[in-house]
């Protein structure tokens, strides 16, 4: 039996996120994800806007997924590839060569991403959003409406 794992934060769970755990699922038989907890983002200056326990249930929702963890902290990497006997440690390739010192007790994958998807592009556009002012909205609304009663 295969053991996989892999690290994310897993917030705004989209199609990108997905496609990585079945991948993981096509890589062994048992899929392992330690979801980053708040405390652990909050220290890396990373900022979510779901909370870790929905996250983590999110997650472990999906099919392709067999075990959830908390992310505590950097090192528990290693003690994780030790404790859980994994075969595979597998993560986007925007980490490539970060964690090749875990190569001595598994073998290390960075995979491709999910073209034209992330969640900090998701992030941007939201944000990028929120800084319109209200009247152009109102505007850009009225206009929609108008175009919607003119294809009734």
Sequence with gaps: MKTVITYGTFDMFHVG????LQRLSEMGDKVIVAVSTDEFNIG???KTLIPYEQRAQIVESIKYVDLVIPEESWEQKLTDVKKYDVDIFAIGEDWKGKFDFLSDLCEVHYLKRTKN????????????FLTIPQED????????????RDLE
Excluded: M, P, Q, Y
């Design 137 to 148: 909205l109102s505007r850009a609304f009225e206009v929609l409406e108008l175009l919607r």
């Design 44 to 46: 890396k200056g990373k």
């Design 17 to 20: 996120h997905l496609k990585l």
């Design 117 to 128: 998807i992330s969640t900090t592009d998701l992030k941007r556009s939201l944000k990028r």
